[in-house]
Antibody, heavy 114, light 109 residues
Framework: EVQLVESGGGLVQPGRSLRLSCAASGFTFDDYAMHWVRQAPGKGLEWVSGISWNSGSIGYADSVKGRFTISRDNAKNSLYLQMNSLRAEDTALYYCAKAEFDPWGQGTLVTVSS | SSELTQDPAVSVALGQTVRITCQGDSLRSYYASWYQQKPGQAPVLVIYGKNNRPSGIPDRFSGSSSGNTASLTITGAQAEDEADYYC????????????FGTGTKVTVL
């Protein structure tokens, strides 16, 4: 069974940094692209970033470009999102998702507030 | 970057048919996928590609596309289909760029 488990969320002050992790199991991790998607409270889904199987291709939403960095460690079956210069509008539940967004983890909540 | 627009809400009587649409320029080049999200749960893929259902998704869910519009149809809606539905597609602005639709709340009456 494919499992994706996010961690690393929490309460952080504006301007600070946070690193999210996603632990993958149940599939050959280094065969697939991976993504981060977020959902602000009561709002819709927003694609944040994606990374190819070998990290050779990476994409970011305009809203996070230059502040967030996606990475992966295929030896550890793990996906990461380094989030710098956090803003209040980054407050959301952050999901990781496999390949064509199937399946999704349960998410980790990031709250940016002073 | 592209945008995908959906109607905010639709309602359907139990057992009837409802169609949800998604409009955007990227749909002229890429197929849409559709996701169902129930309160407090992560989204679940229900349709991908031309009209493909992942294992476990009932065949009352189907997809279609024409021009810049993709559609998700639920034929014979059930109470458990009440949820938010989101489309998404690749975004023509670059490789590994995607965009999600604004979401449609489906209410089953």
């Amino acid at each position: 069974e494919v499992q994706l488990v996010e961690s690393g969320g929490g309460l952080v002050q504006p301007g600070r940094s946070l690193r999210l992790s996603c632990a993958a199991s149940g599939f050959t991790f280094d065969d697939y692209a991976m993504h981060w998607v977020r959902q602000a409270p009561g709002k819709g889904l927003e694609w944040v970033s994606g990374i190819s199987w070998n990290s050779g291709s990476i994409g970011y939403a305009d809203s996070v470009k230059g502040r967030f960095t996606i990475s992966r460690d295929n030896a550890k079956n793990s996906l990461y999102l380094q989030m710098n210069s956090l803003r209040a509008e980054d407050t959301a539940l952050y999901y990781c998702a496999k390949a064509e967004f199937d399946p999704w983890g349960q998410g980790t909540l990031v709250t940016v507030s002073s | 970057s592209s945008e995908l627009t959906q109607d905010p809400a639709v309602s359907v009587a139990l057992g009837q048919t409802v169609r949800i649409t998604c409009q955007g320029d990227s749909l002229r080049s890429y197929y849409a996928s559709w996701y169902q999200q129930k309160p407090g749960q992560a989204p679940v893929l229900v349709i991908y590609g031309k009209n493909n259902r992942p294992s476990g998704i009932p065949d009352r869910f189907s997809g279609s596309s024409s021009g810049n519009t993709a559609s998700l149809t639920i034929t014979g809606a059930q109470a458990e289909d009440e949820a938010d539905y989101y489309c998404n597609s690749r975004d023509s602005s670059g490789n590994l760029h995607y965009v999600f639709g604004t979401g449609t709340k489906v209410t089953v009456l």
